[in-house]
């Protein structure tokens, strides 16, 4: 499944101009989700926002011992065809349902994976129909080929 844009929660954007977040040395992680209050998380503990009832995928042999979070590998921050766009991007990821379908998914988030201290960086829609993963089959989440999100609008 390829993802439109992601949209970067405006706290998080602040994160990353000051130095909060280094994302190619942290653990960056992604999550499958259900609820429209992704679009509401705070940047506070974001992995705890996403176990809660009504936002989290539950199934497929998923739980909170082994949740539907998955860590991205293969990070690069890099510069675009020109100076002006640095693009965040990471290996595509793959959810499989194994034993039970995974159910209702409809969006995906992402945020830096710090215990206590992690922080949400942004989500994608990826349906308007939320949809359950057959048991036995995968999912593949296909970044865009210009990664998962980019800065732009710099001078040189």
Partial sequence: MATSAFRLYNRA????????????AATVRVGLCR???????????????????GVRVSGGGYSAARPV??????VTVS???????IRFDA???????????LKSIKYLVIGVSNGASGKALGWVH?????FDL???NTL?????????????GGVT
Wanted: proline share 0%.
């Fill in 35 to 53: 609820g429209a209050s992704v679009s509401n998380f705070a940047l506070t503990n974001w992995a705890a926002s996403v176990y809660k009832a």
């Fill in 140 to 152: 593949t989440i296909q970044w865009s080929a210009n990664g998962i999100f980019e800065l732009t």
């Fill in 79 to 85: 510069y675009g065809a020109s100076n002006k766009v």
């Fill in 13 to 24: 954007k602040k994160y990353l101009l000051v130095g909060g977040l280094d994302l190619d």
């Fill in 134 to 136: 057959s048991t036995s």
């Fill in 126 to 130: 990826l349906t308007d129909t939320a």
């Fill in 91 to 101: 290996a595509d990821k793959v959810w499989t349902a194994s034993g039970t379908a």
């Fill in 69 to 74: 979070l998955k860590t991205l590998t293969s």
